[in-house]
């Protein structure tokens, strides 16, 4: 079941602790709500820019971070933070994600629109 709040913290809505949301490949995460899984998860940000600097991150991608109490997938979207994310990439990750959750027995993902 998809549910759409128009408004709100994704980090608060009530029953969900795994998120997901697009990023780049190239270990940036200085805009949007990518800035937010940043500072609110550091130790998730310092492993994604080492996969991307490997070159272990790549569009299309699904970057499944555990911190404890859920789980965050990171969406390779954008090749970098220059280029626009492109839907061959999104609907790979989204198949990859919703794959992982069911591996990670995740019932509720908060997804940005």
């Known amino acids: 079941m998809i549910r759409y709040i128009?408004?709100?913290d994704i980090f608060r809505i009530e029953g969900v602790?795994?998120?997901a949301h697009g990023c780049n490949c190239a270990g940036a995460m200085g805009k949007g709500i990518a800035v937010q899984f940043k500072d609110k998860?550091?130790?998730m940000?310092?492993?994604y820019k080492l996969l991307c600097k490997e070159?272990?991150?790549c569009p299309g991608d699904v970057f499944d971070y555990d911190y404890g109490?859920?789980?965050i997938y990171n969406l390779g979207t954008q090749a970098t933070w220059r280029t626009r994310a492109k839907i061959e990439y999104?609907?790979?990750a989204l198949i990859q994600m919703l794959e992982l959750a069911s591996g990670d027995n995740v019932t509720a993902?908060?997804?940005p629109a």
């Open 109 to 111: 993902i908060a997804l």
């Open 69 to 71: 109490n859920g789980h």
């Open 55 to 57: 070159n272990k991150f």
């Open 17 to 19: 602790s795994s998120y």
């Open 6 to 8: 128009e408004k709100g």
């Open 45 to 47: 940000y310092l492993e």
């Open 41 to 43: 998860y550091p130790d």
């Open 90 to 92: 999104i609907e790979k």
